[in-house]
């Protein structure tokens, strides 16, 4: 059970440290495309990144805060300030002039970098004057922030980001991960050996409660599903693209099934998309789903719950209907499985017995963490999978203040590099800006080496819902899908 009066890591965030052998796993990076309104260099330089970002680390905590493990991990680890930070350690601006297929690979690099834990976990790359952009006829900036998730989810991650970028300084912190006061490591390591059994007999009374509810349990999450190519561990790289979609037409879709979200819309035209391309590879599962993060946040009335951590989400497991054809019903059945899904997530943060993950000794989490990397790294020698947990993942953060400039240019564009794990290497993350919904595909480029192909398919189903949901005839503009563009990294 995490103290936030210690700064000490929950279970939860603490299991991005012990479950992932690689940045894949573990770290967003979140890249913006910045430009000058007559299409001139705009030749950013590392004293003029530093000038801008010294007094807006104020956001968060995360960017002075160091991670501590305790010998034996026999308590969860613990931030605590670095004392003296080194911009240099974190911050790059790389040569000017990359084309943009050399500035994709950079920032694939970027992104699945070693994780460094002797300092705090984020690093800033300005990739100056890129030339050959698929959407800009002059030169664009990428600016690239990189985020572990054991500091951070993606609904702090939003407000961080919008802070920073941003031309007001921020005037205070709005993300916490220190305690008011701070302890020697002395003082947490005897901590931890006095709490040590009583962290153990809560996690077995977790366990048994567990035990003996699952079976009244009747939740599409515990089903399995049939595996696919998406779901037989991660090779590499990452790669990445995006899609935008008009934020009134997914409104106007939404409108057409009572109940339905922008969430479930998303959903259903993804997993159309993902069925698409499975069948164009000679795979037709008979069901598919996707696992979906639900903040709890707002089972807590927006505010944080004082035991949660820095991830306050839950995980969905929605069914996606892949088997009825028709958009309008198979949004209807979306919108039932999402919305059973999100009662049974509300019951189980309202319970009083924390899920197991939330009590799970430090000791269990690294011995587990080590079973599960030992499995995925054998993968390949090992017969593929039939079943998975999830197929694929769909994030949505909606943030009413997206990030609008940096270094005092405005914000054209907006992707992310989201993390991949050997369960699911096909990650979507939609966000918002102004009247568009941007949706960044991260796959693994061992299993899908043509992400614009899915782009394309992405387009024709976004299109075929358009029709279907708004009554729009435009079914012929999803025969012919969006042309591909060189936007993969």
């Known amino acids: 059970m995490v103290d936030n009066t210690w700064g000490e890591l929950s279970a939860h965030d603490a299991a991005y440290i012990y479950f992932t052998g690689a940045a894949t796993e573990s770290t967003v990076l979140s890249c913006m495309v910045i430009a000058a309104t007559d299409g001139r260099p705009l030749a950013v330089t590392a004293d003029e990144v530093r000038d801008y970002i010294t007094p807006r680390l104020k956001a968060s905590d995360m960017f002075v805060a160091r991670l501590v493990r305790l010998p034996g991990d026999i308590g969860t680890p613990y931030w605590t300030r670095q004392a003296q930070l080194n911009l240099d350690d974190h911050i790059t601006v790389h040569n000017a002039g990359m084309t943009w297929s050399s500035a994709q690979q950079t920032l694939s690099s970027i992104a699945d970098a070693p994780v460094l834990t002797d300092r705090p976990l984020w690093s800033l790359d300005v990739l100056p004057d890129v030339v050959d952009h698929p959407d800009n006829s002059g030169v664009v900036t990428v600016v690239a922030v990189r985020l572990h998730h054991a500091a951070i989810d993606g609904m702090s991650m939003a407000a961080v980001m919008s802070a920073i970028c941003n031309e007001k300084i921020p005037t205070k912190t709005i993300h916490h991960l220190f305690p008011a006061r701070e302890r020697p490591w002395i003082t947490h390591l005897v901590r931890a050996g006095v709490r040590l059994p009583l962290t153990w007999i809560r996690f077995l009374f977790a366990l048994g409660h567990t035990v003996v509810s699952r079976p009244r349990a009747h939740s599409v999450a515990l089903k399995h599903w049939p595996a696919t190519r998406f779901n037989t561990g991660f090779t590499g790289p990452r790669a990445t693209t995006m899609y935008e979609m008009k934020l009134d037409e997914v409104r106007a879709m939404k409108r057409r099934v009572p109940g339905a979200t922008v969430n479930t819309v998303l959903l259903s035209v993804i997993g159309d ?163 568009t919904i941007s949706i960044s595909i991260t796959a693994d480029r061992s299993v899908m080496p043509d992400l614009d192909r899915y782009r394309q398919l992405l387009h024709a189903t976004y299109t075929d819902h358009r029709a279907a949901l708004q009554g729009v005839d435009d079914h012929h503009t999803a025969t012919q899908p969006e042309p591909a563009h060189n936007t993969s990294a």
């Open 273 to 435: 998309a993902a069925t698409r391309y499975l069948a164009e590879h000679d795979e037709r599962p008979q069901t598919l789903s996707a696992l979906a993060p639900m903040s709890t946040r707002a089972i807590n009335n927006g505010r944080e719950a004082p035991t949660s951590g820095s991830n306050q989400f839950t995980p969905l497991v929605i069914d996606l209907s892949i088997n009825e054809p028709d958009p309008v019903r198979r949004l209807r059945l979306i919108t039932e499985s999402s919305n059973q899904e999100k009662n049974r997530a509300a019951q189980l943060t309202a319970s009083d017995t924390a899920p197991l993950l939330e009590v799970a000794p430090a000791a269990l989490l690294r011995m587990l963490g080590w079973l599960t990397r030992r499995q995925a790294s054998s993968h390949a020698r090992r017969p593929p999978p039939t079943r998975a947990t999830a197929n694929i993942i769909v994030s949505n953060v909606y943030n009413p203040n997206p990030s609008q400039t940096i270094f005092g240019h405005p914000i054209i564009k907006g992707f992310g590099i989201q993390p991949l794990t050997p369960l699911s290497t096909l990650a979507h993350a939609a966000s918002n800006r102004d009247d």
